[in-house]
């Protein structure tokens, strides 16, 4: 791709949770590449090392605009050193602020102008300048190492990309050979530690899809005790997914720059991905869009529709401190029944599965195409996550649903079709007591299907929906129009004394032959808060159609939770605001009964 028209993104800070209100620090298998790195730092590696799909754009006035497409604001913002070396450090305090007010995750991209003049990728003599310390190109570094801990200091970590798009042959850091740029990338890794920046992830770039004219990615990789997380530029396929994942050794993966928002329905679990700047977005085909935003439009409306993409207002806080906060989401499967439609035999029980030790393991019977685990979780939970420990018998293609009763189960909350086994860290939303992993792709004919365990994560609501009223009017079959609701129209309430500060009302806005419209009013009758979340009862399971100004997921069962959106979480004591959703309904149909609590 022409690098002079598309100017490149340098990737900073990402995130995405398994639960809003869990700590961000996880348990993971990744340490930072900084012996020293600081608390910040530690837990944003953990949480982008557990979690998958966080939404990112560069430049906040892009930023913006996908909230005002989607209701949703990326989680991920990308900034740029570029001018720095000119005098104008602007970019520092806009970032703060971003991290600071907004909740949200810093990147930095470096497009650095020639120490000996000339632009990002004029051809460069740097390689004369790499042992000399009282050259521009030392002094360069000495500016962005001092902004970097002034970030540092006031508690923002920042995924830092230096030398971005490595094996391209574009950037002048690219022109004189693999050996410079790793030179060049240690000189880099090692001024800016010695200057007391410990809150910075390293990100190395590359480009995996070669298409016959770039050098191999992996030629360039400066090596894991310098790097964080590994990424790619443009494409986001599987195929370079894996080949991320052998580069990286199991690092973080993301996708730095792209001009389509990751699907999770369609495309690969990166841990995040940064939409590049949308003057130069492209549309579907490839083709330029001469201004045209339509293309980048879409693909957010369609990423942000997704319960699987995380936005800002679902990340965690980077700064959490306490113990829990080391020790990872409790997993609410251990210890729990567990029923299989396979076995192989003794030995190898579907408990096993949930028993805490993973050198245990559950296994299918050989000659099983197929198989199915069922955990009872003993209550009903939001489910925002899961981890699959997969033996060698691992499964290709598996779907996960959930189910009040262990007999209707919903559609699935996640599922894939590429699996390649080991240690997989999902994050998606759903509700209920029952959660089922359905296998059917194998990764070799001849075995079964094994996992030394699975861990769920999710927030127990039990007592939320066992004190929650349900006293409202069916609705009418006979056609009516969906028009302002008047005060004839059915409403349904709390009205017992439900362990919450919130007070909520849903009212009926319009109903047709087989759907209808409501509103949902929700009330803080306690102190402000920063963000809400509401559970709708249903008698019968939730078919929704559509929703606006909250974030639905449960759709299908009985239990179904709305998350404020970025725009309309802050609510002052005695403050309301209200959300809306469409639905199919059949004969019988009651309005939801709801409850809320705060989710700060």
């Not at 070396?85 to 970019?91: C, L, P, V």
């Not at 927030?459 to 609701?485: I, K, M």
Request: a neutral charge; glycine letters at 8%; hydrophobic letters at 35%.
């Amino acid at each position: 791709m022409n690098k002079k028209l598309f100017s490149i993104l340098m990737l900073g800070a990402a995130s995405g949770l398994f639960s809003a209100t869990t700590n961000a620090q996880q348990s993971c298998s990744q340490t930072p590449a900084d012996p020293d790195a600081n608390l910040q730092a530690k837990n944003l590696l953990c949480y982008l090392k557990n979690n998958t799909y966080i939404s990112g754009q560069t430049d906040m006035p892009d930023a913006d605009k996908v909230q005002q497409w989607t209701g949703r604001y990326p989680a991920i913002v990308a900034f740029d050193f570029y001018r720095y070396t000119d005098g104008d450090t602007s970019e520092t305090q806009k970032a703060i602020d971003f991290a600071k007010v907004r909740k949200g995750i810093v990147a930095f991209q470096w497009h650095w102008k020639c120490p000996r003049g000339g632009e990002y990728y004029t051809d460069c003599a740097f390689d004369q300048d790499m042992n000399n310390p009282n050259s521009k190109l030392y002094q360069d570094i000495d500016v962005v190492a001092r902004e970097l801990k002034k970030m540092g200091d006031a508690g923002v970590p920042v995924l830092f990309r230096p030398l971005h798009e490595a094996n391209d042959n574009f950037m002048w850091w690219a022109k004189k050979g693999t050996d410079n740029y790793k030179r060049l990338w240690k000189l880099i890794y090692d001024r800016v530690n010695a200057q007391g920046v410990n809150n910075v992830l390293w990100v190395f770039n590359g480009m995996a899809s070669t298409e016959g004219y770039r050098s191999n990615m992996r030629d360039w990789y400066p090596g894991d005790n310098m790097v964080d997380a590994v990424t790619s530029d443009y494409y986001q396929s599987w195929t370079d997914y894996n080949t991320l994942r052998a580069i990286g050794n199991n690092k973080i993966l993301g996708i730095a720059e792209t001009f389509n928002a990751l699907n999770p329905a369609t495309e690969p679990p990166f841990s995040f991905s940064v939409v590049w700047a949308f003057r130069d977005c492209y549309r579907t085909q490839g083709q330029p869009s001469s201004g045209d935003v339509k293309g980048c439009e879409n693909s957010w409306r369609t990423a942000m529709a997704s319960s699987r993409t995380i936005s800002i207002d679902q990340l965690p806080d980077f700064n959490a401190t306490n113990s829990s906060s080391s020790a990872g989401p409790i997993n609410i499967a251990q210890g729990k029944t567990v029923s299989t439609t396979s076995v192989e035999g003794a030995g190898y029980e579907a408990s096993r599965l949930v028993d805490g030790n993973s050198t245990t393991r559950w296994a299918s019977a050989l000659n099983a195409p197929s198989a199915a685990v069922t955990i009872d979780l003993g209550g009903y939970y939001d489910l925002t996550g899961a981890r699959l420990q997969w033996e060698a018998a691992y499964a290709t293609a598996y779907e996960i649903q959930v189910s009040t009763d262990n007999v209707n189960f919903s559609s699935a909350i996640f599922s894939k079709s590429n699996g390649v086994g080991g240690t997989e860290n999902l994050s998606f939303l759903g509700q209920g007591r029952y959660l089922r992993i359905n296998m059917t792709g194998k990764a070799n004919p001849a075995w079964g299907y094994s996992l030394w365990e699975v861990s769920v994560f999710g927030e127990s609501t039990t007592a939320l929906s066992s004190s929650s009223a349900v006293s409202s009017t069916a609705l009418s079959s006979s056609p009516a129009s969906a028009s302002a609701p008047s005060s004839s129209q059915a409403s349904s309430s709390n009205s017992s004394a439900a362990p919450s500060q919130f007070t909520c009302t849903v009212t009926r806005t319009g109903n047709w032959t087989g759907g209808y419209q409501a509103d949902v009013r929700v009330t803080n009758n306690g102190p402000a808060v920063s963000g809400w979340k509401v559970y709708l009862n249903f008698a019968q399971n939730a078919q929704i159609t559509s929703a606006w100004n909250a974030t639905f997921s449960g759709n299908g069962t009985t239990h179904v939770t709305a998350i404020n959106v970025g725009y309309n979480g802050n609510l002052g004591a005695g403050a309301s605001t209200s959300f809306g959703f469409t639905g199919n309904s059949g004969s019988g149909f009651t309005l939801p009964g709801c409850s809320g609590n705060p989710n700060n």
